[in-house]
């Protein structure tokens, strides 16, 4: 059975930062990418920072420059650092794991977390 926890949501004044921390157990986690998403409600779920099983990272245009994705294959667990966050980053953010290679397509990952709610005020 797998399982996908974040932590490290929360609220947040807008220009703070927030790390947000994603542990999985049930599948050999160095032998997939993972990547981080989010959605708000109305809105389509966003591509935010994946990081393939050999370390190589690739991010989304709204988060390039203030976002870091980490991953520590020994404590199976992905990081999303975040930083100078703005109110309308407010959402669920979500981990989530693809076998293979790197994707920022939310189709081509097979295991995702419950999510964890970040709000961000002015």
């Known amino acids: 059975q797998v399982a996908m926890v974040e932590s490290g949501g929360g609220s947040a004044q807008a220009g703070a930062s927030l790390r947000l921390s994603c542990t999985v157990s049930?599948?050999?986690?160095?032998?997939?990418?993972m990547a981080w998403f989010r959605q708000s409600p109305g809105k389509v779920r966003e591509f935010l920072a994946a990081m393939s099983a050999k370390n190589s990272s690739h991010y989304g245009d709204s988060v390039k420059g203030r976002f870091a994705i980490a991953r520590d294959n020994s404590k199976a667990t992905v990081y999303l650092e975040m930083n100078t966050l703005k109110t309308e980053e407010t959402a669920v953010y979500s981990c989530?794991?693809?076998?293979?290679?790197?994707?920022?397509?939310?189709?081509?990952?097979?295991?995702w977390g419950q999510g964890t709610q970040v709000t961000v005020s002015s």
């Open positions: 049930g599948l050999t986690f160095s032998n997939y990418a």
């Open positions: 989530a794991a693809s076998w293979g290679r790197l994707s920022v397509s939310p189709d081509e990952h097979e295991h």
